[in-house]
């Protein structure tokens, strides 16, 4: 019986997991937890995001299933860090268990995105992919840090936010892309336009997805926690006289003492946010970063065919 893709993937997370000598319960929240945020119900979106690179370059997809595995471990640390310094999504399986084995949990993580890619048999390609693996680490905690250092400033520049989020987010989804290049033994000019595809492509998803959850009270605490979401710096930037008022007043609302963010606040808010254009601006935004994603891959030397995945990603 010939496997599907999402199979392969199944298999062999399953089989890594066993052989780590992690303890039941460990690894069954670490199965829970994959593909458990998907808002479309795709499976395995990173480890399908770095194969798909390799084959793009002319790879071949049983090649890219460490790196592939790797990134869907990696990914699922660095949500799990981040949902628990956010405080959200208390709905998904990380958040469901105590603080301290959700740390745990996502460290491990960390540590089997690399006994991931230990099965990549060339030492050549082994290095480059590991290099890669965590010189995106170092990044991506630099642009987790510094969102969090913005938290407390009372005003962030949009370039500020730019640089933020093409370290956090896009230095994810350039590595993903790097590494499938890399492991479709592509040349580094080759895998550095991948990465600059991935750069812009995360970029444009972190818009989207700053834009989904300004307003989505329910599940996120973004404007509670004065993080500095593209809509928020925004709104900072163009608001004036009384509105820019009021939107200071709103940003004050809810403290650690005060949780004063009620129905009337949250309707303001989104009467500011039609009011001034918040979702114009940001699809304009995501509008331009989906045309650089879209330019760097036209101009990739492989044949059409080839590119016929990922131009469909991004369109």
Wanted: one cysteine or more.
């Amino acid at each position: 019986m010939i496997l599907q893709p999402d199979q392969v993937i199944d298999a062999e997370i399953i089989r890594i997991l066993r052989s780590s000598g992690l303890c039941l319960e460990m690894g069954r929240i670490i199965q829970a937890s994959l593909n458990a945020d998907s808002p479309t119900g795709e499976l395995f979106r990173w480890a399908h995001l770095t194969s798909m690179c390799c084959e793009c370059i002319g790879g071949e997809t049983e090649t890219a299933l460490p790196g592939a595995i790797s990134m869907e471990f990696f990914a699922l640390a660095a949500d799990i860090f981040d949902d628990i310094q956010d405080r959200d999504h208390d709905d998904l399986p990380w958040r469901q268990i105590p603080e301290a084995n959700a740390i745990n949990l996502a460290n491990c993580l960390l540590m089997l995105s690399f006994e991931a890619i230990a099965a990549i048999p060339d030492d050549r390609i082994y290095r480059e992919v590991s290099t890669a693996l965590q010189r995106m680490g170092t990044t991506a905690s630099n642009g987790q840090f510094l969102e969090f250092l913005y938290t407390d400033s009372q005003r962030v520049s949009l370039e500020q936010y730019f640089d933020m989020v093409r370290q956090k987010s896009g230095s994810i989804t350039a590595c993903a892309c790097k590494i499938g290049a890399i492991l479709g033994n592509a040349t580094e000019t080759l895998a550095e336009s991948m990465a600059k595809f991935g750069l812009n492509f995360g970029i444009m998803n972190q818009i989207r997805n700053d834009l989904n959850d300004f307003l989505d009270f329910e599940k996120k605490k973004d404007f509670v926690n004065n993080k500095k979401t593209l809509p928020y710096v925004y709104l900072c930037h163009t608001l004036k006289g009384e509105t820019a008022g009021q939107f200071k007043r709103l940003t004050q609302c809810y403290t650690g003492e005060s949780q004063a963010f009620r129905d009337k606040e949250k309707h303001l808010l989104k009467q500011i946010a039609t009011e001034e254009g918040v979702a114009q601006y940001c699809s304009v935004m995501f509008e331009i970063y989906r045309q650089k994603a879209r330019e760097i891959l036209e101009t990739i030397p492989v044949p059409e065919k080839q590119k016929e995945k990922m131009i469909n990603l991004v369109g």
